[in-house]
């Protein structure tokens, strides 16, 4: 999905019905930046407020989707791209997930014999140290890709609010988390919460 074009589209649809950002966010019961992040094309509404945002910009989702006006011989080509668009993020977004977990568990499983042979064999006191700091090293940096390619796929929800984004590196870091969630701020609505992921942005 081309989140800039949806958002110009969004954002021309609410001038054409004459709303300021402030209205439209209290017809949806969101926050007025809510409204401005999207048109800036740097969000994308969760889906229980399509139906309402498209309601009150009397737009059906699949424009919504396409980011224009779709006339009905165009409707049907329409949709089905817009359906294999989201397919492809969400499968695109589950591949990241498992190669970062892949790319974590390699980066053990080559830095493991390296600290056991610096533990059982004899050698040199700065050997045992290099093989160590090696072995580290390959668990940081393993641990680091894994990190950047689970950060970028999908998304994270909000509880509070149900909005998606996608937190920074620091945030994604220091967040507790369990094997679905990461405990997080909210951009949107500035909830502390486990956030939970999701595949699609």
């Known amino acids: ?6 958002g110009k589209f969004i954002a021309d649809e609410r001038k054409r019905k004459g709303y300021t ?3 439209l966010s209290e017809k949806l019961d969101i926050s007025d930046k809510t409204i401005s992040k999207w048109e800036r094309g740097n969000g994308f509404p969760e889906v229980s407020l399509l139906l309402p945002l498209c309601n009150e910009l009397e737009i059906t989702v699949n424009e919504l989707l396409s ?5 009905e011989d165009d409707y049907r080509k329409k949709a089905e791209e817009n359906m294999v668009n989201l397919v492809k993020e969400a499968q695109e977004s589950k591949k990241k997930i498992i190669l970062s977990t892949m790319v974590a568990g390699l980066s053990v499983v080559a830095a493991v014999p390296l600290v056991m042979v610096a533990g059982m064999l004899e050698m040199e006191t700065w050997l045992r140290i290099l093989l160590i ?4 090293t390959i668990i940081g940096m393993g641990v680091s890709i894994a990190c950047i390619l ?3 796929a999908g998304a994270f929800e909000c ?3 149900n909005n998606r984004f996608v937190p920074d590196m620091k945030s994604y870091v220091m967040g507790l988390h369990t094997i679905t969630k990461r405990k997080l701020v909210c951009p949107h609505c500035g909830a502390h919460r ?3 992921k999701v595949l699609t942005k």
């Open 133 to 136: 700091v090696i072995s580290l």
């Open 159 to 161: 509880p509070e609010c």
């Open 21 to 23: 950002q402030k209205q």
């Open 67 to 71: 980011g224009e006006r779709v006339s």
């Open 194 to 196: 486990y956030c939970k």
């Open 1 to 6: 999905m081309d989140q800039i074009k949806i």
């Open 150 to 152: 689970d950060r970028e």
